[in-house]
């Protein structure tokens, strides 16, 4: 049988963490060590173990090569494994089902990186997504845990983070040409809506609520396609969209509180899940 030098997990991991966060220095907060600590284990990953270049570096940045990006599918694999046989026989309990509630605004944008590390840690868990607006989500009492949208001074629950509220349009778009002021908005009860008609009346803008809908997703297309201005957390920015304000004619707007809440059976998967919730959002 041949054999073959054995691979650190350790390195895997280190390896992912640069991948996933852009450079050496990033990946070393991650990881908890120095820079030149990681720099040495690439290093021996590259000439000692792979004999091959992982990383084309360009000054500060940091891309993967061809090789690279063959070794990241690997190494994701190896490592959700390695999980998935500890937590089984190392963490028997960590099996179950947990129900998360949260806005569509959270979905694209935070989610899937803490479900992933979730995931990666304890494979067995099943976990249920539910969206919703935060009224809707305030009113249910089946969730184990809710992601919610609070104005400043009615938080409850957990603080994830504090978030500027602003405008977005498409390049192309220009404020002070358009009257009435075509908005893009949620349709449901949402004090952010209140918050961005609020602020325009205050100025005395003349505006019209032009499109609206339940998703996000949609109310950027519509922003995207140059068609509206919409309103949303300063997190959430795409690439296609850009953030305008006062030197354009718009208001200045509140900051919003972003908080979890824990349903009232918690069990020590809802807890774990938690845990990962609160680092996601702070990172």
């Known amino acids: 049988m041949s054999s073959f030098p054995s691979i650190d997990s350790e390195l895997l991991r280190t390896f992912v963490a640069i991948a996933d966060h852009g450079g050496f220095t990033r990946a070393a907060e991650m990881v908890n060590r120095t820079q030149s600590a990681v720099s040495m284990q690439m290093k021996r990953l590259e000439e000692d173990v792979l004999e091959r270049s992982l990383f084309e570096r360009d000054g500060r940045q940091v891309r993967l090569t061809p090789e690279g990006q063959i070794l ?61 607006s935060s009224a809707q989500l305030l009113m249910r009492n089946d969730l184990d845990l809710s992601i919610v949208t609070r104005e400043p001074g009615t938080e409850i629950g957990q603080l994830l983070r504090q978030e ?25 009860a949402c004090f952010c809506r209140a918050w961005a008609c609020n602020a325009l009346e205050a100025m005395e803008v003349d505006y019209r609520i032009a499109y609206s809908s339940p998703s996000l997703s949609a109310l950027f297309a519509v922003a995207s396609a140059g068609l509206a201005v919409t309103a949303q957390l300063q997190s959430l920015l795409t690439g296609n969209l850009r953030i305008i304000g ?25 807890d774990k899940l938690a ?9």
């Not at 006062?246 to 809802?270: C, F, H, W, Y």
């Open 72 to 132: 990241l599918g690997y190494a994701r694999r190896i490592l959700r494994l390695q999980g998935e046989v500890f937590n089984t026989f190392r963490q028997p309990h960590m099996v179950g089902s947990v129900k998360i509630g949260t806005p569509d605004d959270y979905v694209m944008r935070f989610l899937p990186s803490i479900l992933s590390r979730f995931a990666e840690a304890y494979p067995l868990v099943q976990v249920e997504v539910h969206c919703d």
């Open 164 to 188: 500027s509220f602003v405008w977005m349009a498409a390049e192309s778009f220009c404020p002070q040409e358009q009257r009435p002021l075509p908005l893009a908005m949620f349709n449901t």
């Open 246 to 270: 006062e030197d354009e004619g718009l208001p200045m707007l509140p900051n919003a509180s972003i908080v979890l809440l824990r349903g009232q059976k918690m069990t020590p998967v809802t």
């Open 275 to 283: 845990e990962y919730i609160v680092e996601g959002f702070r990172s």
